[in-house]
C-alpha cells in the first residue's frame, strides 16, 4: 500500500483532465441506472481495498464536523461540546468545523480509529463513491483520486464502463 500511495498523486494528475472530461459528460447525460452501477463499484472495489492498511483520508485530510457530529462526540468523550470544539476543532476559511490537525487526533498508530462507532457523518461516508447521483460529484470525486487509492480505481472502472 505505501508504493500505491507515493505513486497516487502522480497517477492521479495524468488523468485529472481526462476525468475532468468524464465528469462534464456525466454530469450533462447521466445513465438511468447510476446509482445501480455506482453501489456495485463502490462494493467491489471495497471488497478488495483494507482501509486499515491505508488511513490516507485520515492521515492528510480529514473530516468536517456537523452540530450533530460534534454533539454525538462529545456524549461519547464525556466532555462538554464547547471544551470537544476548543480542544480538537477550528473554523476553517469557509465556516465549517475541521481538524485543528491532521493525521487526525483520533487515528491510532494501527490504522484504527478510537472513535470509529461515533465517527463524523463524513468520515462514514468517504470517498463518497456509492452516493446518489454521483454525476454532481465529478469536483469532489476528481480531488478524491489524489488522496484515496479506491476512489481513484472505481473513477477508471467507471470510464471503462459507462460511456460518456
Ligand atoms: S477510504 Fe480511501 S483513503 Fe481512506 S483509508 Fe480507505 S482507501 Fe484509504
Ligand atoms: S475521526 Fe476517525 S475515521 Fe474520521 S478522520 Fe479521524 S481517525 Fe479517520
Redesign the pocket.
Known amino acids: 500500500m505505501k508504493e500505491v500511495l507515493q505513486q497516487l498523486p502522480l497517477k492521479a494528475t495524468e488523468k485529472q483532465a481526462e476525468n475532468k472530461k468524464f465528469f462534464a459528460r456525466l454530469k450533462k447525460r447521466p445513465p438511468k441506472d447510476l446509482d445501480y452501477t455506482m453501489k456495485q463499484l463502490h462494493e467491489k472495489e ?1 471488497q478488495r ?1 483494507d ?2 492498511t ?5 492521515k492528510t485530510t480529514g473530516p468536517l464536523f456537523t452540530r450533530i457530529d460534534i454533539d454525538r462526540i462529545s456524549k461519547h468523550l464525556k466532555i462538554k461540546a464547547s471544551a470537544f470544539q476548543e480542544k480538537y476543532l477550528r473554523t476553517d476559511e469557509d465556516g465549517d468545523e475541521v481538524l485543528q490537525q491532521v493525521p487526525c487526533t483520533f487515528l491510532g498508530a494501527d ?1 484504527y480509529c478510537s472513535i470509529y462507532e461515533v465517527r463524523p457523518k463524513a468520515c462514514r461516508e ?2 463518497h463513491t456509492d452516493r446518489k447521483k454521483f454525476q454532481q460529484l465529478g469536483a469532489l470525486t476528481i480531488k ?1 483520486t489524489f ?5 481513484y480505481n472505481i473513477v477508471e472502472e467507471m470510464k471503462r464502463l459507462i460511456n460518456r
Open positions: 471495497f481495498t482501509c486499515l491505508c488511513a490516507n483520508c485520515c490504522n468517504y470517498p478524491n488522496v484515496c487509492p479506491a476512489a
